[in-house]
């Protein structure tokens, strides 16, 4: 199933990690403020209205 | 329906959040069919061996990079204009994506230049313009991150984006303006006799769509995190204020 990358396995093998790590990173730290912010937000305002 | 009742952060949530699922998946299927298919399916290049693989990340990557940037500045042109809250959040989301994307763009492209150029980094005008791209990427965030008034933020940073739209435009046409460097001309252009063949094209085109797709659906993400959060710091100074 592999492909023969031949004497350039390293080179793609390396970009394709980088590029995917580096995507992963990004959606990974995206998602977790969206969802540490909605619940601050919930909480500030569940706090207010109970005032 | 007006494109500006977008502008209003409720309903901006509410249509984004309709669509955030369905633009997800079809970035996921566009990413994970272009890339097994370009890094399974495509035969090696004649020159350049198996590293032409790279292609698959490095252009959508590099044209994310420069668009995201254009996307920036056409949403600071709209705070500047029309002073719409949701625009200079929507430019400040996409500033990491655009820097995550010119990062990826920098790796992807000095690791296949040291096998075909023999270094893994040159001072060419693309890869130049590029780095300094970057730099503008890290500064914008940092001015963000620096001013505590968010309009004033907003502000600043719009005029920055403007400045920094000049490299944005150097790193997509540098090749063409001086000619010269390491870096080849545009791998996809209108002229025909530029562009790459037909075997890679396809999952190329496949592998941009899914870029294209994954920054919409993050900026939707981040902008709708960045309206909350803002929400959140006004409610937090009334209440300091009370």
């Known amino acids: 199933m592999m492909p023969d990358l031949g004497k350039y396995a390293v080179t793609v093998l390396s970009a394709y990690g980088v590029s995917l790590v580096l995507i992963a990173a990004l ?5 977790w403020r969206a969802r540490r912010v909605r619940a601050a937000l919930r909480k500030v305002e569940t706090r207010r209205t109970a005032r | 329906m007006s494109l500006w009742e977008y502008a209003n952060p409720v309903r901006f949530i509410r249509l984004t959040d309709r669509v955030l699922p369905a633009l997800s998946g079809a970035a ?25 693989k790279i292609i698959y990340l490095h252009v959508p990557a590099a044209l994310m990079a420069i668009n995201a ?8 042109l709209i705070w500047i204009v029309r002073r719409h809250h949701v625009s200079a959040l929507a430019a ?3 500033a990491p994506v655009g820097a995550t994307m010119t990062v990826i763009a920098l790796a992807t492209g000095a690791i296949w230049g040291q096998p075909m150029w023999g270094t893994w980094w040159a001072w ?23 001013i505590e008034n968010d309009d004033a933020a907003a502000d600043l940073t719009s005029i920055l984006c403007l400045v920094g739209s000049v490299f944005a435009l150097l790193s997509r046409y540098a090749v063409n303006f001086w000619n ?39 900026v939707f993400l981040r902008t709708q995190t960045e309206i909350r959060a803002r929400r959140m710091r006004a409610i937090l100074a009334r209440e300091r204020m009370a």
């Not at chain 1, 959606?27 to 998602?31: E, I, K």
């Not at chain 2, 025909?192 to 797709?213: K, S």
């Open chain 2, 28 to 52: 996921v299927l566009c990413l994970v069919v272009g890339l097994v298919w370009g890094f399974f399916f495509t035969p090696d290049d004649y020159r350049q061996g198996s590293t032409v």
């Open chain 1, 27 to 31: 959606v990974g730290a995206s998602l």
């Open chain 2, 180 to 218: 010269q460097g390491l870096h080849q001309g545009a791998s996809l252009s209108l002229d025909a006799e530029e562009n790459v063949a037909d075997v890679f094209w396809l999952p190329l085109l496949v592998c941009i769509a899914g870029f294209v797709l994954l920054f919409v659906a993050l």
């Open chain 2, 69 to 76: 940037w254009l996307m920036m500045l056409v949403a600071s």
């Open chain 2, 92 to 94: 400040r989301a996409a």
């Open chain 2, 124 to 146: 060419d005008p693309r890869l130049t313009s590029f780095l300094i791209l970057f730099l503008f990427y890290l500064g914008y965030m940092a001015l963000w991150e620096a």
